[in-house]
C-alpha cells in the first residue's frame, strides 16, 4: 500500500496511527517532497470513480489563494489534473493506494470497509 501524507498535517496523523494500530503495512510518500505526478493523478482518478474535484485540498490556504472555488467549474479534467501534479498542497491527503482501490482524505468508517 502507499500512504501519501503530509506529516504535519494532523488529518494524516490520525490516518498513519490507524494504519499503525490495524498492523497495516506501508509505504509512506512525502507529499511536497514527491508530489503526486499528472500520470499518477489520471490513473487515481480513473480507479477510485470519484470526481477529480475530489483530489482538491479544498480546504488548503493554496486552493483558496489561487481561487480555485471559481476556476475549477471552467477547466476540463486534463487542465484540473496538470494543476493538481503542480504543488502537492492543492492534493487532498491523505491518499491511500493499493492495487485498484484509492481512498482520499481520512474517514475511518471508509477505510475500515476496504
Not at 490520525?14 to 499528472?38: F, M, S
Request: charged share 30%; with cysteine.
Amino acid at each position: 500500500m502507499l500512504f501519501i501524507c503530509y506529516p504535519k498535517c494532523s488529518t494524516c496523523k490520525k490516518a498513519k496511527k490507524w494504519l499503525d494500530e490495524h498492523n497495516i503495512e506501508y509505504t509512506e510518500r512525502h507529499i511536497v517532497e514527491a508530489n503526486p505526478t499528472y500520470e499518477e493523478l489520471r490513473e487515481w482518478c480513473n480507479k477510485s470513480g470519484f470526481a477529480i474535484k475530489k483530489f482538491f485540498n479544498t480546504s488548503g490556504v493554496l486552493y483558496k489563494e489561487m481561487g480555485l472555488k471559481d476556476k475549477l467549474p471552467t477547466m476540463n479534467e486534463e487542465e484540473q489534473l496538470k494543476l493538481l501534479s503542480t504543488n502537492g498542497m492543492l492534493v487532498k491527503r491523505p491518499l491511500l493506494i493499493d492495487g485498484a482501490k484509492v481512498l482520499v482524505g481520512f474517514k475511518e468508517k471508509e477505510w475500515e470497509k476496504i
